[in-house]
């Protein structure tokens, strides 16, 4: 059995060299997949840069009306034209995105104990079923996962099945890292977690930026996205998000740094320059500011 403490001996990431495996698809790991999951990945990774800017606005399935989100209705629907993905939960998109939008969604398929429980862990269940994403059209389907926590297990067969549900489907599934009060935030919680979640058969993994962050992106075998987790002022948020993809991540999932910026059309604009276009972190506060003035 694998000794948890292996990472204390030297390991050899191999970042100079591109992860192999498949015919040349632009999503990293995907090459074996089926046309239709392929296809849906496809909607949501830009072909030239290979990467995505996906908004995420699913808080309130165990935040309430988190600040910046206490009319989705009003602070969503502006910022879709600047962004490659919507990532929010059944109701969110029922009620208050309009079914006419034109970007792929990435649902919300599981739900877990409030902010008011000690322990936000356990107690998670599937909240809507793959019949029920397909009737809404999703193109991914998201799933959190506790690694190290109480509900680690219950959280992992909850990925499982829904990884079975949408290879039957061709479906992906977006695999969730959480980081819960007693969870740490190191390279080496997010070297374990991320690669727990691919091999257990995320198609891509959301997690949060780290110290170490490229080994973290060369040991995980599918696409990284970054959460942008607590507010930070607009040029912290763009220096991360510059890093994350410097360092290998194949994307963001933000959400308040983005709608709780003090223009957030402008921050999915300026997030968007780092994401496809290789702008660094000064330039896009440039832009940014530059956008701000007009
Ligand atoms: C995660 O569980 C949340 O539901 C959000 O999707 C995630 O934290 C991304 O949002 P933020 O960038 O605000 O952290």
């Avoid at 973290?216 to 507010?231: D, E, H, L, M, Q």
């Amino acid at each position: 059995m694998p000794d948890k403490d292996e990472g204390k001996i030297a390991r050899n990431y191999h970042l100079d060299v591109p992860q192999s495996g498949g015919g040349g698809f632009v999503v990293k790991g995907q090459d074996g997949c089926d046309w239709g999951t392929k296809n849906r990945l496809a909607r949501m990774f830009d072909p030239k840069s290979g990467n995505t800017v996906m908004l995420a606005f699913d808080h309130g399935y165990i935040m309430g009306p988190t600040t910046g989100l206490e009319r989705l209705d009003v602070a969503i629907p502006p910022l879709i034209p600047y962004v490659d993905v919507l990532m929010g939960t059944r109701g969110a998109f029922r009620a208050c995105i309009p079914a006419t939008v034109d970007k792929p969604v990435c649902l919300r398929v599981n739900y877990d104990s409030s902010v008011l429980y000690d322990d936000m862990s356990v107690g998670g269940g599937i909240a809507c079923d793959i019949g029920n994403a397909v009737r809404m059209n999703a193109s991914c389907l998201a799933v959190q996962t506790f690694i190290g926590a109480t509900g680690e297990k219950n959280s992992l067969e909850l990925l499982a099945r829904t990884v079975d549900a949408g290879n039957d489907h061709g479906m992906p599934v977006l695999g969730v890292v959480a980081v819960g009060k007693q969870m740490e935030r190191t390279e080496q919680f997010f070297l374990l977690a991320t690669r727990i979640l691919a091999e257990n058969g995320a198609n891509l993994v959301k997690t949060y930026y780290c110290d170490g962050f490229e080994h973290v992106t060369a040991t995980c075998p599918v696409p990284i996205v970054i959460a942008g987790g607590k507010k930070l002022p607009e040029p912290e948020a763009l220096t991360m998000a510059y890093r994350a993809i410097a360092e290998g991540a194949r994307g963001v999932d933000m959400g308040r740094n983005i709608f709780q910026a003090q223009n957030p059309i402008a921050m999915c604009r300026a997030i968007a320059k780092v994401v496809h276009e290789g702008f660094t972190d000064k330039e896009a506060l440039d832009y940014y500011n530059e956008l701000l003035r007009t």
